[in-house]
C-alpha cells in the first residue's frame, strides 16, 4: 500500500510537470516556405503572393505580362 500511494505520487508529479510544459500556442501567421511560382515570360521563380496573375499564367511583373500577352 505504501508504495502504491508513492507511485500515485510519482504519477502525480509527472502529470503536473507535463502540464507546466504546455507547448506554446502556435504563431498566429505561419511563416512557412511560400509557394514559387514561375514566370511565364522569362522562367524567374516569384513567391505565389507576388505573382501577377495574367490570361496565359503568372508573371514575375506587370511587364512582363504586358509583354508576353501583348
Ligand atoms: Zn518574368
Given at each position: ?32 516556405p511560400q509557394e ?11 513567391p505565389e ?22
Amino acid at each position: 500500500m505504501k508504495y502504491l500511494i508513492l507511485l500515485l505520487i510519482v504519477v502525480g508529479a509527472i502529470w503536473w510537470l507535463r502540464l507546466q510544459r504546455k507547448p506554446k500556442a502556435p504563431p498566429a501567421k505561419p511563416t512557412g516556405p511560400q509557394e514559387m511560382v514561375a514566370c511565364v515570360h522569362c522562367g524567374t521563380h516569384v513567391p505565389e503572393s507576388e505573382i501577377t496573375q495574367g490570361a496565359k499564367g503568372a508573371y514575375c511583373s506587370p511587364a512582363h505580362r504586358d509583354s508576353h500577352e501583348g
